[in-house]
């Protein structure tokens, strides 16, 4: 069965960096789109980032243009989040997510729909 595994959070101070990874199984991994969502509490999970099967396509959030990375190898199975200048309005559980689809189209890869499979979450919290 399709398993999305994340790790890598954890508490740091702003201006700080985390990296997230996201460990893939159960399906063909070079053949989907994925994503990065992130819930705060009391807030709907919101669009982070997003990448193409290939990772040749990707698009970001607003709020994170420039502070974040999204990037995947088809090897390893695994897709990341690296974090940089961490604020902390950053602070949420962060979710990874299979897409429906190969490519990623805008708006649509920021819409929760598009992503068939989560993962369980992991919190990121920065302190100011």
């Known amino acids: 069965q399709v398993q999305l595994v994340e790790s890598g959070g954890g508490l740091v101070q702003a201006g700080g960096s985390l990296r997230l990874s996201c460990a893939a199984s159960?399906?063909?991994?070079?053949?989907?789109?994925m994503g990065w969502f992130r819930q705060a509490p009391g807030k709907e999970r919101e669009f982070v980032a997003a990448?193409?099967?290939?990772?040749?396509?990707?698009v970001y959030a607003d709020s994170v243009k420039g502070r974040f990375t999204i990037s995947r190898d088809n090897r390893k199975n695994t897709v990341y989040l690296q974090m940089n200048s961490l604020k902390p309005e950053d602070t949420a559980v962060y979710y990874c997510?299979?897409?429906?689809?190969?490519?990623?189209?805008?708006?649509?890869?920021?819409?929760?729909?598009?992503?068939?499979?989560w993962g369980q979450g992991t919190q990121v919290t920065v302190s100011s």
């Open positions: 997510a299979r897409s429906r689809r190969p490519q990623i189209t805008t708006p649509q890869a920021t819409d929760r729909d598009e992503y068939v499979y």
């Open positions: 159960g399906f063909i991994f070079s053949s989907y789109a």
């Open positions: 990448i193409s099967w290939g990772g040749s396509n990707i």
